[in-house]
């Protein structure tokens, strides 16, 4: 079971983003403040969930955190100001949008872009260390599914509703077929692929 809490003294909100290494689409960010006595066994990092866990737990985390909020940074934003800053502005994004303030941000990585002049702890693997960060991570993860199965309605050719926006094979193939979507990243270069060998 992970850990509730980093510390007992101040508010705590986990922070984490999703989708950061797709070609294609938003990267998505969640900021969640949880309740002191908060308890679940099935909490975990989302990369270790199956999708219906993770759509399970999501309503049980917005139901019952202090605040959440969820941040975004868009194709566009990632072309202009690269990746690593497109998350930070997602991450801000969300934090920003906290019902409530926290004292202590709990950032899932090794790198941070301070907000304002609210502390902050950077835990490598901390999805799989804090609840928090767990509950943000699946947060991150689910609201950016969700938006890449809506797009998928509009661009079903690059089958997103499978592989979200990650670089696949057959997402990959798909756009040496069909070119580039309005939202995909010009700033990531799709590695040509190799010529199949018989």
Known sequence: MLELRFQNKLIEAGVDEAGRGCLAGPVFAAAV????KFRSELLNDSKQLSE????????VIEKEALA??????????????????????AM?????????????????????????????????????KYMSIAAASILAKTHRDEYMM???????????R???GYGTLKHRIAIEKYGESIIHRKSFKVVPLQPTLF
């Open 92 to 128: 801000h994004r969300a934090i920003e949008q906290l019902k409530k303030s926290p004292q202590l941000l709990l950032i899932d990585g090794n790198r941070f872009k301070k907000y304002k002049d609210i502390p902050f702890k950077c835990i490598v693997k901390g999805d799989g």
């Open 52 to 59: 219906k866990k993770r759509e399970e737990l999501r309503p």
């Open 68 to 89: 959440w909020a969820v941040g975004i940074a868009t194709h566009d934003e990632i072309d202009k100001i690269n990746i690593l800053n497109a998350s930070y502005l």
């Open 162 to 164: 499978k592989n979200k």
């Open 150 to 160: 809506k797009m998928d309605e509009e661009f079903p050719h690059y089958q997103w």
């Open 33 to 36: 403040i949880l309740p002191k």
